[in-house]
């Protein structure tokens, strides 16, 4: 069986027909990353034993006839999402040994239809990053171009997905990390409505922004997964207490009369030319299909980044800080508590991490608190209010997911504030909570894929999956040569 970019639904009737065994899938998967994975470098640990016994306990349920849509299906989970017994590193030398004695809301969900998971996926340490460079254990390239990132912080999600390690995979967004790493890897990845998937499990990065969503080879396997992994928790106080509709409800439903809004200051100069054309030639071709295209208008989007860099410091400093060295991760050395601290803190974490958790507790200091965070909530109501007033006039907007194509290794190492100006035209939809789902839209004369997003309003997943699935239907995805 030809495994690269096969869906979910056709893995599904394979399974059930009995043309392939649960064992012999996952086997097929492992093949792939054995031959594949020491090139593209997208799996921090590989979980070939569990995943045969639970390929054979997936085997039965198949065999009764009583399959649910992913019993049997391998997937790969981003190693920010903790597993019972499975080794949780958070691309950190701070968890290099950290085995989490319990399940996030979401495996527990995934556990219930029986999947099989093939390993935990590598990302930027404690997702802050866009490269996945800042991984201690595992830089991801882009199977594009492996002298490329594949993005980040969900590289190693993408990646694995692209060059088939993985049918689908787990990977989370705080400003951007499922959309930039699926847009650079030519594949699809939603982020959800705030809320709408259980935090529980999810090592904290910024609390208020993140958020757990799946990226796979196209937006109705991405609705599959979202159905499966959505509901209410009462594990977390922020998960959202609404109806979860059938996320692939409008999927193949026509798309005419349907408002898109393209804000031009998303259209600006800071976009790379070749990204602005592929994206605005798919809106064209959106209009031919029967959508009404509305220009509109948001400028707030230039205060974006400072503010979501703020907020996400700040929160990060926060949620960071309970790693001591003492309770559990890596312990460094010290005579005294204090110096214990230090000495953990130091080694443990790496340098955009340290960054980070510098900016977060200055922001956050008194006397500089009136001054820069509480000026980064007030932009963030800004933003909310553009996007609500753009919503008044149009169903979803259209954006570029990133600036730029996947970017070169190493290109922007000493630049941070380069690396950060790249999440422009993510973060804001963290800013606001709101659902937004990235999908390729284009390849550059030199072959690397080129992602456009589709945002909604907040809890509408399912019209930008509509959007999305209604473009994929005339696209053929080119596939990596690796
Ligand atoms: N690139 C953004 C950052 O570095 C987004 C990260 C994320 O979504 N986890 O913060």
Redesign the pocket.
């Known amino acids: 069986m030809d495994i690269k970019r096969t869906n979910i639904r056709a893995l599904r009737k394979a399974l059930d027909s009995k043309e392939i065994s649960a064992a012999e899938l996952c086997g097929e998967y492992f093949k792939r990353i054995e031959d594949a994975d020491p090139r593209l470098l997208s799996y921090i640990t590989v979980t070939k034993e569990k995943a045969l016994q639970d390929a054979e306990k997936a085997q039965a349920v198949i065999n009764a006839g009583n399959s649910a849509p992913l019993t049997g299906i391998p997937l790969a989970v981003k190693d920010n999402i903790c597993i019972d017994g499975v080794r949780t590193t958070c691309a950190s030398k701070m968890l290099e040994n950290f085995i989490p004695p319990y399940n996030a809301a979401v495996i527990e969900k995934l556990n219930a239809q029986g999947y099989v998971l093939l390993g935990k996926t590598s990302m930027?340490e404690f997702?802050?990053?866009?490269s996945t460079q800042t991984s201690a254990f595992a830089k991801t390239r882009n199977p594009y171009d492996l002298e490329r990132v594949p993005g980040?912080?969900s590289g190693g999600s993408a990646a694995a997905v692209a060059a088939g390690l993985a049918p689908a995979a787990l990977g989370?967004?705080?400003?951007?990390?499922i959309r930039?790493p699926a847009s650079f890897c030519g594949v699809t990845g939603i982020k959800p409505t705030y809320g709408r998937v259980s935090r529980y499990g999810l090592v904290a990065?910024a609390s208020s922004l993140d958020q757990i969503g799946p990226i796979a080879n196209d937006a109705r396997d991405c609705a599959l997964l979202l159905n499966a992994i959505c509901g209410h928790d009462r594990h977390d106080a922020t998960s959202a207490n609404v109806d979860t509709p059938d996320f692939s409800e409008k999927i193949g439903k026509p798309i005419s009369g349907l408002k898109i809004a393209l804000p031009k200051e998303f259209f600006s100069d800071a976009v790379e030319p070749a990204v602005k054309q592929h994206v605005l030639d798919a809106s064209k071709e959106l209009e031919k299909r029967g959508a009404v295209l509305v220009d509109c208008s948001m400028p707030g989007l230039k205060y974006a980044v400072p503010a979501y860099y703020l907020i996400?410091c700040a929160e990060a400093a926060s949620n960071l800080s309970r790693f001591d060295g003492i309770k559990y991760g890596f312990r460094g050395e010290g005579r005294t508590y204090e110096e214990l601290i230090r000495d953990s803190r130091s080694r443990g974490f790496g340098e955009e991490v340290k960054r980070r958790i510098l900016l977060g507790n200055y922001a956050l200091s008194s006397g500089y608190y009136d001054a820069y965070y509480k000026k980064a909530l007030a932009l963030k109501q800004e933003i909310i209010k553009e996007y609500n007033d753009i919503f008044g006039i149009a169903d979803v907007i259209l954006t570029p997911t990133a600036p730029t194509p996947a970017y070169k290794i190493g290109e922007q190492d000493n630049d941070p504030v380069k690396m950060?100006m790249a999440?422009i035209c993510t973060v804001t939809v963290n800013i606001a909570k709101l659902p937004a789902v990235s999908t390729t839209c284009g390849y550059t004369e030199n072959g690397l894929p080129v992602g456009m997003s589709i945002i909604g309003r907040r809890f509408d997943e399912t019209t930008v999956l509509q959007v999305a699935d209604e473009w994929e239907n005339g696209f053929a995805p080119i596939s990596p040569k690796l």
Do not use: L, P, V
């Not at 989370?172 to 990390?177: F, N, R, V």
């Open positions: 930027d997702a802050m990053g866009g980040g912080s989370s967004d705080t400003g951007g990390s930039q990065f996400a950060y999440d």
